[in-house]
């Protein structure tokens, strides 16, 4: 296998959005959980995903795994790599977008980066380097509440110069629009004035094409689907890979009984369970009794149980920003959610356990502590279920015949988990 692109991803639910946009654009992705092992076989494919769950880890540690899953990719003949990020910039001032930039960019020896997490299909726009959420400014969205990293400023130059070592510039949309010679022209003017990284604007599909095509003359970018989407369009236009029409290997149906977990505490994923409320019994866990011990998860696991046989039941741990904030204050922030996130893993193998095999997970920490803890090492990407979310049939020995979705906080409409249901039989 020549891997025509490699890509890590700094959580699985991105993983499979980045998995699903380029299966889109024809090319043969698979995306696994970490760095493969030697015995997982995969099938012949463009693009490996390797899942980090490396966007709230400490930078060094960061830094290391995606250095190795970056040799692994190289490895295997990918010359471009793309470090998928999110396309709500979720950071903090330590990290983990900067450091893990510089280390890669820096063994690839690339003396400037193209940076956009603009993601046109779920109203993810750059301009002036400033990241809008639909129509407001990433720090008037609903990502200043994130129960991890709270973005608090839009202007993504500055936001990325407090945790690289890099200087950080502009390619604005005006040299944008002008194609991706104009983006390389700036792009070399940027460097030769000492700068490292360049926020390129995007806000419509075609600026993503440009900057794809402009990024493959690079050996690392980083950024959200969108550049996933631009690059998968240059290697296709540039006769590097056969466009591939769309697998159906992952959509065979699996039976077996269906759940849904919610985690993510965003305003998109508690209207979709206000949403599941009409449609299927749901629990409301209490987040205090889920830190305090294990009788809150054997509780949900109970209750499960009882209903799950007449079908899809979903436990949320979601809670309002005024919720998590009052808990966080009582247990701090990471504490909270990590016990919160072990509380969901313990209830998704308690599941399987009882017989599901169709399993929808909402946030994308949420989805990293539970794929963990099932040990599924990889997935084949099946229909899509909403933007940036598709259907994933688990691969690998041990992973058993099962279909999973792992949604981001911020995607899918309301009916997300019926929606969700229709397509995973
Ligand atoms: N009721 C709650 N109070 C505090 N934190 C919570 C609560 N429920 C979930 N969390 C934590 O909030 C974080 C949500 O992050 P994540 O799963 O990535 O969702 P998203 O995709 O929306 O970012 C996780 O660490 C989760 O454990
Ligand atoms: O780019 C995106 O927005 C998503 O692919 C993503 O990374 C989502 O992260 P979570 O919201 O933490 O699931």
């Known amino acids: 296998m020549t891997l025509k692109l490699g890509c890590i991803a700094d959580d699985y639910t991105g993983a499979s959005d980045l998995a699903n946009t380029l299966t889109r654009a024809g090319l043969r992705t698979v995306q696994t959980i970490g760095v493969p092992a ?18 709230s880890i400490e930078a060094s540690l960061a830094v290391a795994r995606s250095r190795e899953a970056d040799t692994w990719l190289r490895g295997r003949g990918a010359r471009h790599v793309l470090f998928k990020i999110c396309s ?25 980066v193209l940076v956009t997490p603009a993601f046109p299909e779920t109203r993810r726009t750059v301009y002036q380097g400033n990241l809008f959420v639909g129509a407001v400014p990433l720090n008037e969205s609903p990502l200043k509440d994130h129960p991890l990293n ?16 890099r200087k950080i510039g502009l390619v604005d ?31 419509f599909d075609a600026d993503l094409t440009a900057i794809g095509a402009a990024a493959l003359n690079n050996r690392v970018s980083v950024g959200a689907s969108g550049i996933g989407l631009g690059l998968a369009r240059a290697l296709v236009e540039g006769g590097h890979v056969q466009s591939h029409g769309l697998a159906h290997h992952a959509d065979a149906p699996v039976g077996g009984l269906a759940a849904c977990l919610a985690g993510s505490c965003s305003q998109a994923t508690l209207q979709q ?42 436990i949320a741990s979601s809670a309002t920003p005024d919720q998590v904030s009052a808990l966080q204050a009582r247990h701090g922030r990471d504490a909270a959610g990590h016990a919160i996130e072990q509380a969901m893993a313990d209830l998704a193998e308690g599941l399987i356990g009882a017989g599901v095999r169709r399993l929808i997970v909402a946030g994308g920490e949420t989805s990293g502590a539970v794929v963990d803890r099932l040990k599924i090492p990889g997935f084949l990407v099946g229909p899509e279920i909403a933007a940036g979310v598709p259907v994933l049939r688990a691969i690998g020995a041990g992973a058993g015949d099962m279909l999973l979705a792992l949604k981001s906080g911020n995607f899918g409409g309301p009916q997300f988990f019926a929606d969700a249901l229709g397509l995973m039989r």
């Open 173 to 203: 949309l005006a040299t944008v629009v002008h194609g991706p010679e104009a983006i390389g022209h700036r792009l070399a003017e940027l460097a030769g004035q000492g700068i490292g990284a360049a926020i390129v604007d995007a806000v």
């Open 88 to 112: 709500t910039f979720d950071s903090t001032d330590d990290g983990n977008i900067g450091p893990v930039m510089d280390a890669l960019a820096g063994d690839a020896g690339d003396g400037i």
């Open 273 to 314: 369970i206000a949403h599941a409320e009409t449609i299927m019994p749901v629990l409301h866990l209490d987040a205090a009794g889920l830190i305090a011990g294990p009788d809150e998860t054997r509780r949900a696991l109970a209750w499960a149980r009882e209903r799950i046989g007449k079908g899809p039941v979903l």
């Open 150 to 165: 709270p973005m608090h400023d839009a202007n993504l130059v500055r936001v990325l110069a407090r945790q690289s070592q």
């Open 38 to 55: 030697a015995d997982l076989a995969l099938p012949e494919v463009d693009a490996v995903v390797v899942s980090l769950k490396s966007r």
